[in-house]
């Protein structure tokens, strides 16, 4: 597309054209996506407790997202008066902002990825570093005790599990042997058996596969690792003090992270945009209907461990991440590595 608004509009005007509607077409579905996502998770809430979610506004109750969207940005944005005003702006838009960029290289099929970079994992971890920025400032700037607790829990949270989930990235590209997304899809073809694509089928990565799901879990922040929020002590967190479109975009780019982590679930370790198995009918299938067939289920687990699961207390937040998470993933380094080196290069 890009290469086809060079020829017709010139270069450098031809190229910001097509790049533009190609964001835009990442962009626009995937708002879309957190609107519905929104109501099936309360959907996949009330079906577990028994009770019947949202089923007034629209067929099924479909359009309650959009209600809620409608009634949040019709409300008064308000700013407390102690609070740093123009730091307190910026936050929920660094955090709405970071969790859209992190799309730019998320493949959808063979051909269907907006930056095909060579370093497209480096890439996603250093986006998803910066999120942590949105909150802390949201914490500080509200000059409020509890939200900027609830920063200080979030931003060690966050920074706590990234280095798990760095580990556990790290022994996905020593098997892959690239950073590249595409080809650590590529790679998961036909891995397991001869005809089973992902590399969660393998015994050696599938510890893996487990730890970054729930790693997952606590880096977005859900339950049951929702510090962040915990209603009994920091009545909303570090969002207490915000309202109108500023607390809506705190919502839009939490949902967005949420969908991106099931994303990279299903890229890293369950074959991405490949058919389950390698099955030459099944390639007859669009690469994004099996990406997003995957997402919705990793995304129905992260709402079926909400609905049922207890929230953490702090230290044993902590105690999971650095005193369980953080040796496994560096002795399954360790032995992933060991393994390619006596296997794969003989040494």
């Known amino acids: ?37 929104v109501y ?42 102690s609070a740093n005003r123009g730091l307190f702006l910026i936050a929920p838009i660094i955090t709405f902002t970071v969790a859209l960029i992190s799309w730019a290289v998320i493949p959808f099929g063979p051909d269907m990825v907006l930056a095909n970079i060579n370093v497209g994992l480096l890439y996603i971890l250093a986006i998803s570093s910066l999120g942590v920025y949105g909150v802390v400032i949201a914490g500080w700037a509200s000059n409020s005790k509890y939200p900027f607790y609830s920063a200080m829990r979030a931003a060690a949270q966050m920074v706590s599990y990234e280095v798990s989930i760095g580990f556990v990235l790290l022994a996905v590209v020593m098997w892959a042997g690239t950073f590249n997304l595409q080809d650590i899809i590529l790679a998961q073809q036909a891995h397991v058996l001869g005809f089973i694509n992902g590399f969660a089928f393998n015994p050696l990565l599938f510890p893996m596969a487990v730890v970054f799901l729930i790693s997952a ?48 679930n299903a890229i890293l370790f369950w074959g991405g945009w490949l058919p389950p198995v390698d099955w030459e009918p099944l390639y007859a299938v669009p690469g994004i209907v099996w990406l997003s067939m995957k997402i919705l289920i990793f995304f129905f687990i992260f709402s ?12 044993q937040l902590m105690r999971l991440g650095w005193k369980v998470f953080l040796p496994l993933s560096l002795i399954w380094v360790v032995l992933i590595s060991g393994y390619l080196m006596l296997t794969r290069y003989g040494l």
């Open 1 to 37: 597309m890009t290469a086809w608004f060079q020829e017709m509009l010139g270069l450098g005007f031809g190229w910001f054209v097509g790049t533009t509607i190609l964001i835009l077409l990442i962009a626009l579905p995937l708002l879309l996506v957190v609107a519905m996502i």
């Open 40 to 81: 099936a998770d309360r959907k996949i809430w009330a079906a577990i407790a028994l009770r019947r979610g949202p089923n007034v506004v629209g067929p099924w109750g479909v359009l309650q997202s959009f209600a809620d969207g409608l009634k949040v940005f019709l409300k008064e944005t308000i700013i407390p008066t």
């Open 304 to 315: 079926w461990v909400k609905a049922t699961v207890p929230r953490y207390r702090y230290d």
């Open 217 to 264: 879990l606590a880096e977005t922040a859900r339950a049951p690792f929702d510090l962040t929020e915990a209603e009994s002590e920091l009545v909303a967190g570090y969002q207490t003090e915000y309202s109108s479109m500023s607390f809506a975009l705190y919502w839009l780019g939490e949902y967005a992270n949420v969908i991106l982590m099931c994303a990279l």
